[in-house]
């Protein structure tokens, strides 16, 4: 590095208080304090200065590294980038100040730009001796004490200290516990994704007791509903779908991998080995059927099915999926990043990931049923049976000859229907060329689809044959392979580019990897790995997410990515505090959800105070509660719950309500979809049949993920089209019906004891005086609106009914019924 002789302005002292350090610093961080490297100056380093100073080697420019200590000091030719206590001396500082455009760092072009803030926060470590320590998140969590504070009344478990600490330090008090209908349903909509019955809500504000909430908590906890909003919330990162994914999209059956989740959860399996029966459940010794089924979590992975792929290259896709997804959900590192080149601003080398590549890259991909051994036995003699008389007839000229011609006659929708076995038959051309194998299963689709008359008698005598055949579930699973398969570097990330082989292993920069054998690590050393309490980064991203979906945000606000560029935690001693509590409570998820719960941090009420507007607009420090729209499949859940359709069995094989017409054509094969009649269309929207291409609108609308990748925090939109949805759709209507003859059926004579009925079922409280007379103005419009329609021949219970569907439907659609407060 050659140093430049630049213009040198005299350097500022600035004096003001960090007013952005809620960004920059823990909560509560004042200039007086010491300035951490690894909280307050590698975040700003690493977004302005690591993609051309950073661990990338191939990248880096002028042969300066500022993501070491070694690299940042070093002499570079009578002068360094950082001289600790030296900030005049320091080129980095220097070159930040530099009024030359030329000479400025980092470069005017390329869009970064460091605040005075920021600046002045460098001058301040520079002149602190430039302390050094490893990013945050690679250390060990650290087990401190809570911190003292002065009001300890307001304190009911340890993490009110850790919230409440920083506040009263800068003069900020906490918000008032929330009303008690506000708690009710802010935990019930939490911890089991429905909203409270009047039945519910009036027995809590009956009970005085002392432990009054917390027996609520305990009660919303050992709910069989739990593991149902729990578990969606695990799909997301588990990319669960009931389709192949691509554009032909095709049907799979693994919803009894969503069943084991809701499962395990509801008994609160610990983490650690919920980890290890997803990862490497059929590694396991004297593996279950339920661990096989766990194992799903991997086979969720989209399935290219397109003609004339290269198979090779979508395996290594699949294999790249579940390592990115792995990297993501335990890890919360980018791990993706090193896939064609050393992670630019992390320390994950490309070598480091395809040694963890190494671990996934060894599975079959089987699918097995689940069922009794009787319900198998019987089922395979009865596909025996099957085979045996297609045996019988695939060589008769005259079936051959028709089959030949159903084959030649069939359109591209017609041929993308198939299954996948039938497809890649067809693509083994000429006809007369193919294994008997493959002929064998186009001939079975042939007899079972053709509609000509010397087929016929065969495909009913097979019917006839297959009419016991035993319904038996299948699931897509992961099995290892006898064998290893060789993993080599792929050199830019291409697989037709390999390099030189590698073994399993973990990043270098994480603790080493403790292999239960002397012989070659596999997927169970992994999730044992991921699960060892050495590991720094398991604990606290998984408490994370709990705190995440209790506050809106998460201490670390990037969830997927506790690395160099992600957010610092606002609250770190929390943070480490909830990840070593979690580890000594033996992995036990309740117990930290217990934990929150309980907490009066989590208690606060949610209204907006505008002191707090200018000092903390992000609520940050959380001197109040969030203000959260629920998820997609709550809001379906709770106008479910409303107007008493609710079916609440829970798991089993995807359903199918109603949806607009139209949707399945978007996608490349309309799949069709028919809306059930029974009891299934008034389950639970976390069991809606997901097509990956055509998702159903109401997901889409409320930013349901997409399935494709690990989803770990979802998005929040407010458009006009999802206040349409609420009013027009046809199961929304359909919704407002139920609630208005529920509310005429079962509700006080008089319209007034209707309407409180009606918005109790809604948002569990009562309506104020105002709210109540505004709706009594709506139904008394719509009242002489439906009798003005009907003519001389009105009929006045139907009106009746139409007036209050007016009333449901409005109340269905309001902001706050939407909203968790």
């Known amino acids: 590095m050659t140093r430049p002789q630049p213009s040198r302005a005299p350097a500022r002292l600035c004096t003001l208080l960090l007013a952005s350090a809620g960004l920059l610093a823990p909560v509560g961080g004042r200039a007086e304090e ?144 929330a009303d008690r209908v506000t708690l009710i349903r802010r935990a019930s909509l939490d911890v089991i994704g429905l909203p409270p019955t009047p039945e519910e809500v009036d027995a809590f504000l009956a009970d005085d007791s002392p432990d009054a909430y917390e027996a609520l908590i305990d009660r919303l906890l050992a709910s069989p509903h739990f593991g149902e909003r729990w578990g969606r919330l695990w799909l997301d990162m588990a990319r669960y779908a009931d389709s192949n994914g691509y554009s032909i999209d095709a049907p799979r059956e693994i919803w009894l991998y969503r069943d084991w989740v809701i499962d395990a959860l509801n008994r609160d399996l610990p983490f650690d080995e919920f980890t290890l029966d997803q990862l490497a459940g059929d590694l396991r010794p004297g593996a279950t059927t339920e661990q096989l089924v766990a194992t799903g979590f991997h086979r969720n992975t989209p399935i290219n099915q397109e003609g004339g792929i290269d198979r090779e290259q979508f395996r290594i896709e699949s294999v790249i999926d579940r390592l990115n997804t792995t990297g993501t959900v335990w890890l919360g590192l980018t791990v993706g990043c090193a896939q064609c080149h050393d992670h630019k601003y992390d320390p994950i080398s490309q070598v480091d990931y395809y040694r963890l590549f190494a671990f996934l890259n060894s599975v079959d991909e089987p699918t097995i049923p689940v ?117 080599r570097f792929l050199m830019g990330g291409d697989f037709t580019r390999p390099g030189e082989v590698v073994e399993p292993g973990v990043p270098s920069v994480l603790p080493p990897l403790r292999s239960r054998s002397a012989g070659r690590p596999d997927r169970l050393d992994l999730a044992r790995w991921l699960v060892d309490p050495a590991n720094p980064l398991t604990a606290r991203v998984t408490v994370n997410r709990i705190w995440q979906a209790y506050f809106g945000r998460g201490i670390v606000e990037t969830g997927e990515d506790f690395g160099t560029q992600g957010t610092p935690p606002s609250h770190p001693e929390l943070l480490d505090w909830l990840a070593t509590e979690f580890v000594a409570r033996g992995w036990s998820q309740k117990a930290i959800h217990r934990l929150i719960l309980t907490s009066n941090a989590y208690r606060q009420a949610s209204a907006h105070r505008p002191e707090l507007s200018e000092i903390d607009p992000g609520n940050r420090r959380l001197a109040r509660q969030s203000r959260l729209r629920i998820e997609a499949e709550l809001i379906r859940d709770s106008a479910l719950v409303a107007s008493g359709l609710l079916h609440p069995k829970i798991g089993g094989p995807s359903v199918f309500p109603p949806q607009p017409d139209g949707v399945m054509s978007l996608g490349q094969v309309d799949r069709g979809w028919t809306a059930d009649q029974g009891p299934d269309r008034y389950r639970r929207g976390m069991y809606t049949f997901f097509w990956r291409a055509t998702p159903h609108p109401l997901l889409v609308g409320f930013d349901a993920p997409d399935g494709t990748f690990a989803c770990t925090r979802r998005a929040r939109s407010n458009t006009p089209l999802q206040a349409l949805m609420l009013l027009n759709d046809e199961a929304f209507f359909e919704f407002a019906s139920a609630l208005a003859d529920r509310v005429l059926a079962t509700g006080p004579t008089d319209d007034a004891g209707r309407i409180d009925l009606a918005f109790r079922l809604c948002l569990a409280r009562h309506p104020d005086e105002a709210e109540s007379a505004r709706l009594a103005e709506l139904l008394e419009g719509q009242r002489a609106h439906a009798l003005g329609n009907s003519g001389a021949g009105a009929d006045p219970e139907a009106a009746e009914r139409s007036a209050w569907t007016a009333v449901a439907r409005v109340l269905l659609n309001l902001d706050e019924f939407i909203t968790r407060e």
């Open 34 to 177: 010491p300035v951490s490297f690894s909280r307050q100056i590698r975040p700003i380093l690493a977004d302005s200065c690591f993609s051309c100073h950073g661990p990338d080697a191939n990248a880096r420019k002028a042969n300066l590294r500022l993501d070491t200590v070694d690299g940042a000091t070093a002499d570079l030719g009578g002068f360094a980038a950082i001289v600790p206590g030296s900030p005049e001396e320091s080129e980095v500082l220097l070159r930040i100040e530099e009024e030359l455009a030329e000479h400025r760092m980092p470069p005017p072009d390329s869009g970064k730009s460091l605040s005075r803030n920021q600046i002045d926060l460098i001058r301040r470590w520079i002149e602190q001796g430039a302390p050094w320590e490893g990013h945050w998140a690679f250390s060990p969590p650290s087990r401190v004490e809570p911190p003292p504070v002065v009001d300890e009344e307001w304190c009911r478990n340890p993490i009110d200290r850790f919230i409440l600490s920083p506040l009263e330090r800068d003069g900020i008090a906490p918000s008032p516990v």
């Open 371 to 487: 069922a009794s051994p009787e319900d198998i036995a019987r089922r395979e003699e009865i596909e025996r049976q099957v085979a045996d008389y297609l045996s019988e007839i695939e060589r008769d000229p005259k079936l051959l000859a028709i089959q030949k011609s159903w084959e030649e006659n069939l359109d591209a929708p017609a041929r993308q229907r198939q299954s996948q076995e039938v497809r890649e038959a067809f693509d083994a051309t000429p006809f007369d060329k193919r294994t008997p194998e493959a002929n064998r299963v186009v001939f079975a689709a042939f007899i079972d689809q053709s509609d000509a008359p010397e087929v016929t008698p065969h495909r009913e005598a097979l019917q006839k044959i297959k009419a016991d055949l035993p319904s038996i579930p299948t699931t897509m699973v992961v099995r290892e392979q006898a064998s290893p398969r060789e993993t």
